[in-house]
């Protein structure tokens, strides 16, 4: 029989703690991607810190993938142990197959509601005859046989990760994969995803916290401060790591209120700074980037956005900190808001924000979020760009320094400790040029305007937004779930629905001119976000002048939207 | 005495040309006073030295010198030193600030400043209340001290910031009097120049709300014993003593910490290798 | 607030010299902040009375100046004449300025400061054994004393009932920060 194609595969392993099946899903990543597909892996766990049932969600593709599909072809569950609480995030239906032991339990409720299909995996049996087998090798191999991939796909993948562990652990691994795979047969799965077109560019396997701390360090960040924050904290150690290998460092804070005046010290001495962090922290840091913006100093900040408020949900994804960064500041506070739109994007927007927070001596907020962060995607590696941090640098210093001068352009040139005749000090008080408190009317209302009209008369170029297709009616959305956008309006175009889709990367400052050239001509405006307050929304109308007929789609995290969610808003629209 | 070569700076060369606010009386002058005296005895070009503050009347000491300064937001001092000096180890950084400043907001940050033992050095000019807004308790006000925000007294004991200094792991510990101008600018010099985190608190009377304060120039003493190496011992003599024992009461030979810079830097590519297919 | 066991050792006459010139040097230091003080609060009067007092002590500088003749006093350097636990004798004491201060009180600050520098001569003329020195020292010692008598005859003067520092302010202190 010859099996419909199709241009990815969706399919996810679970388990209950020490089952090990995220470190499968991204053997199995790895292994498909050194096959040429491409693919998105994310993770949903419980919230015990060991022990805690553990879902690997992978996509494999044909060409990149920034969100998850509709539905699961394949579930390889190595037990069922609490499967139930990722019924919501994990779609099934009745083609769908599940691989499972019979004697692990009994399929629960959601899966047999959705009429799956289960394929018994005697995972049980199997380890009883072979003990140095782990049930989750067994699993691997079986999905490997199912995706139409030979058991050796993930030898590298294995020899890599077990190098360390002996030869007796990669044999063990290497024979129950190929257990598991003769355990099933191919050409279960109803469709068939082909092999992949050679590309010419090189591919990478990198998350979004990984794209994040590599964008910044191209952009030209050496100094980082760390308070560790789930989802944030991967940047942060990636950056330890790799801030040493290019002459920078990383000094770990004693809480956010520290790292955030850490990277403002280090920035004033002139390195370009980082801190990542998500909502909590965010919160923590508001007052030192007001000061950042008063003094003008330079920093990156990224928040890894997660469920809010307070705790919240630190191990899943929201898009419900987009107030605090626009508007968290008190006083009038002008910043710089970006949004990366994908786990490739996030090497573009981290190096992008570095440089703007350089060139115009500001703080930029970098708002990531959970589902793209902790993302481990296979990608075409990203174009290399020119943006490298510019800071205008006081040198050659003759007379009266005036580090915020008002004769000449509103950037100032900034002198770095140890520069003679540059003396001056950085100060949250309003003050004069020279930096001197200043409590006079005349000297707050002209940095006032001078730190605002530095960000107006910057030309931020193409980059502000995504912008794709024509048609009257336009999606507006903004961060992670571009991806799902892009899929959705695909899927409404092969009913003939053309739709323009506008996701601004650039939050803060809004760019009226920009965004009413890109909606010119749209009829309706459907806006779509991951926030129960629909915060999107409201910015957007605080900012831009929008069609008469908007239609909000607001869901509140943490369950990703998917392409179909889209797709059914944009089709519904048209049946009503 | 013999004539020296003359220092290359007078401590006029670190005063700015801006004129203090503070109340005629304060200590604050004479703490003032005697930063620009030390710095001109420890030699260093006005530019290679950064004087970091955060909000309060003490915190007002950066601008008023002719260094590099920063004066930051309220607590948060020591973390904005920590960051500079980590990138330019190269400059002398001097935090100045108050016991509210240091010890209340910024409290979390003393401790750490002191673990951490960077090559600093916390000025803390404690007058046992929070005089820029109007007379406050402090963590080191004393318990019956009558204010408008707690009307007779906090009823809590006040605690021992040299006591913490030490068991945190300051470097050096020191307690000087505003008014003994060269005592302190001695122990500024000293404090200096010890390696490491070096902690020098220096009763600074507050004359708006602490009126009482004047009577702390006849109650001082210099320490009956010389500074020890012997952290348990300081804090023992410390605790025992009548608050009012000025010197050098703890010098430590704790290594400074250094964050690891790498080395000169490597092609940024070679970062990319651990993300290849 | 001097403290006899700190301050600076007087051995030769250029010692002495370079102390006595320190000493006005820090007074004249002392005033002019004081005067800064009185000026950014806004007592006119008393900063006129402050810098009065300063351009005397200038005059008395000069005169050192004069005294020292080829000895270079301004190039012995900061470090002469610091008084190591305490203050310099003749410097003002600033922590008994209030912004609200009378002249009487400025007199008498500045006579605190007269009979400092007058104790410390005389004990220089005690103790020191070179010749030239304690000739010198005696010299400054009679200046003092007209300075003492010149200050308790202004504060005669001026002299209004002694007010409590700080009790009369009919404003109460702005809070800031
Ligand atoms: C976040 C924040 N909270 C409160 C204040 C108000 N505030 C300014 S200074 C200060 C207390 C300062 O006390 P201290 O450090 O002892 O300085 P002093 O004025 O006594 O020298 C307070 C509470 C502020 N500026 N910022
Ligand atoms: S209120 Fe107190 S601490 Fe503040 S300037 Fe006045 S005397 Fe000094
Ligand atoms: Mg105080």
Redesign the pocket.
């Known amino acids: 029989m010859q099996l419909a194609e199709i241009s990815s595969v969706s399919l996810a392993f679970l388990g209950s703690g020490g089952a090990g099946v995220i470190s499968t899903g991204e053997l199995l990543l790895e292994a498909a991607c050194k096959n040429g597909w491409y693919g998105l892996l994310t993770r949903s766990v419980g919230p015990q810190i060991r022990g805690g049932e553990a879902a690997a969600m992978l996509r494999l593709a044909t060409q990149p993938v920034d969100c998850h599909a509709d539905r699961f072809d394949l579930l390889v569950a190595v037990d069922w142990l609490n499967a139930q609480r990722f019924a919501l995030e994990m779609p099934l239906g009745p083609r769908t197959i599940a691989l499972c032991d019979p004697e692990s339990g009994a399929v629960p409720e959601f899966v047999r509601a959705a009429g799956v299909r289960v394929i018994e995996l005697p995972l049980k049996a199997m380890t009883a005859a072979n003990p140095e087998w782990r049930p989750n090798m067994i699993a691997l191999g079986a999905a490997l046989r199912v995706l139409g991939l030979p058991e050796d796909a993930a030898r590298a993948a294995i020899e890599n990760r077990f190098g360390d562990k002996g030869a007796a652990v990669i044999v063990a691994s290497l024979a129950a994969v190929k257990g598991g795979a003769d355990a099933v047969e191919s050409g279960v799965l109803p469709a068939r995803l082909p092999a992949p077109a050679a590309s010419g560019t090189a591919r990478w396997r990198i998350s979004g916290n990984q794209a994040v701390g590599l964008g910044a360090v191209r952009g030209g960040v050496r100094f980082a401060a760390a308070y560790p924050i789930t989802p944030a904290t991967e940047i942060l150690e990636w950056l330890a790591l790799n801030l040493a290998k290019v002459g920078g460092a990383l000094v770990q804070a004693e809480d956010e209120l520290a790292s955030i005046n850490m990277i403002i010290g280090g920035s004033y001495a002139g390195a370009p700074s980082i801190t990542a962090t998500s909502g909590p922290g965010l919160s923590l840091m508001v007052?030192g980037i007001g000061l950042a913006t008063a003094a003008e100093v330079p920093i990156v900040v990224v928040d890894v956005m997660r469920g809010g408020p307070s705790t919240g949900i630190p191990t899943k994804s929201e898009q419900s900190d987009l107030n605090i960064a626009l508007y968290g500041m008190h006083g009038d506070a002008p910043h710089i808001v970006v949004a990366p739109q994908s786990v490739s994007d996030c090497v573009f927007t981290a190096q992008w924000a570095t440089y703007l927070a350089e060139a115009m001596q500001i703080p930029v907020l970098l708002l990531s979020d959970q589902f793209m962060g902790q993302a481990h995607a296979a990608i075409d590696r990203p174009a290399d760009v020119a943006f490298v941090g510019q800071r205008r640098i006081a040198r050659d210093i003759a007379g009266t320094y005036r580090r915020y001068s008002l004769n000449g352009p509103n950037v100032t040139a900034m002198a770095l400790p140890g520069t003679p005749g540059g003396q001056y000090t950085a100060d949250g008080l309003s003050h004069s040029e020279r930096g001197t408190p200043s409590s006079a009317a005349s000297d707050h209302r002209a940095q006032l305007d001078k730190r605002a009209n530095k960000v107006h008369e910057f030309d931020f170029g193409d980059h502000w937004a995504t912008l794709h297709g024509s048609g009257e009616i336009a999606v507006l959305t903004w961060g992670s779930v571009t991806g799902a956008v892009l899929e959705g309006i695909a899927l409404a175009r092969t009913d003939g629905i053309d739709v323009r889709v506008i996701a601004p990367r650039l939050l803060l400052p809004a760019q009226p001119e920009r965004m009413a050239a890109a909606l010119g001509g749209v009829r309706e405006l459907i806006v779509i976000e991951q926030s129960h307050g629909a915060q999107f929304y409201r910015y957007l109308r605080a900012h831009y002048h929008l069609p008469r007929n908007v239609r909000v789609v607001n869901s509140a995290g943490p369950l990703p939207l998917r392409p179909g969610d889209i797709y059914r808003e944009l089709t519904a629209e048209r049946a009503a | 005495m013999s004539a020296e070569p003359k220092p290359a700076y007078k401590a006029s060369d670190f005063k700015s040309d801006i004129a203090p606010i503070w109340c005629p009386g304060c200590g604050?002058y004479h703490v003032l006073l005697s930063i620009t005296r030390a710095l001109a005895q420890l030699g260093k070009p006005p530019e290679q030295v950064a004087i970091v503050s955060?909000?309060?009347?003490?915190?007002r000491i950066p601008a008023y010198t002719n260094c590099y300064g920063f004066h930051g937001?309220?607590?948060r001092a020591l973390p904005i030193a920590t960051g500079l000096k980590v990138i330019r180890p190269d400059q002398t950084v001097i935090v100045t600030?108050?016991?509210?400043?240091?010890y209340?907001?910024g409290g979390n940050h003393f401790l750490h400043a002191c673990r951490r033992n960077l090559d600093l050095t916390m000025i803390v000019?404690?007058?046992h209340?929070?005089?820029?807004?109007k007379g406050?308790p402090?963590p080191t006000t004393e318990p019956d001290l009558d204010t408008a925000l707690t009307p007779g007294g906090t009823g809590l004991r006040p605690f021992n910031p040299l006591v913490i200094a030490l068991a945190s792991g300051a470097n050096f510990v020191a307690r000087a009097f505003a008014g003994n101008i060269g005592q302190t600018t001695s122990i500024i010099v000293d404090a200096v120049t010890h390696p490491g985190f070096s902690f020098v608190e220096i009763l600074?009377p507050?004359v708006t709300f602490r009126p009482d304060q004047r009577s702390w120039k006849t109650q001082v003493h210099p320490a009956p014993v010389d500074a020890t190496d012997d952290p348990a011992r300081a804090a023992r003599r410390i605790m025992t003593d009548d608050g009012f024992n000025l010197g050098v009461l703890y010098r430590g030979n704790r290594q400074p910490y250094t964050p690891k810079f790498g080395g000169s830097g490597c092609d940024l590519s070679e970062l990319e290798r651990e993300f290849e297919l | 607030m001097s403290d006899k066991a700190d301050a600076p050792s007087v051995s030769t006459l250029s010692d002495l010299l370079a102390v006595a010139y320190q000493i006005e040097v820090d007074a004249i230091e002392r005033y002019k902040m004081l005067a800064e003080q009185m000026e950014t609060h806004n007592n006119v009067e008393l900063a006129a009375v402050f810098r009065d007092l300063a351009r005397a002590e200038g005059i008395h500088a000069a005169e050192i100046r004069r005294l020292a003749g080829d000895v270079d006093v301004a190039a012995l350097g900061p470090e002469v004449g610091q008084w190591m636990t305490g203050d310099s004798p003749e410097a003002a004491d600033l922590s008994s300025a209030h912004y609200m201060m009378s002249r009487a009180e400025a007199l008498r600050m500045a006579l605190a400061g007269e009979e400092r520098a007058l104790a410390f001569f005389e004990e220089v003329v005690k103790s020191v054994e070179d010749p030239e020195a304690r000739e010198l020292a005696k010299q400054l010692v009679e200046e003092e004393r007209e300075h003492v008598e010149l200050c308790h005859q202004l504060i005669r003067r001026h002299d209004k009932p002694l007010r409590r520092l700080g009790v009369e302010d009919p404003d109460a202190p702005e809070p800031?920060?």
């Open positions: 007052e | 604050d955060g909000i309060g009347c003490s915190s937001v309220h607590g600030t108050g016991d509210g400043d240091g209340s907001i000019m404690d007058n209340i929070y005089g820029m807004t406050q402090s600074s507050c | 800031q920060g």
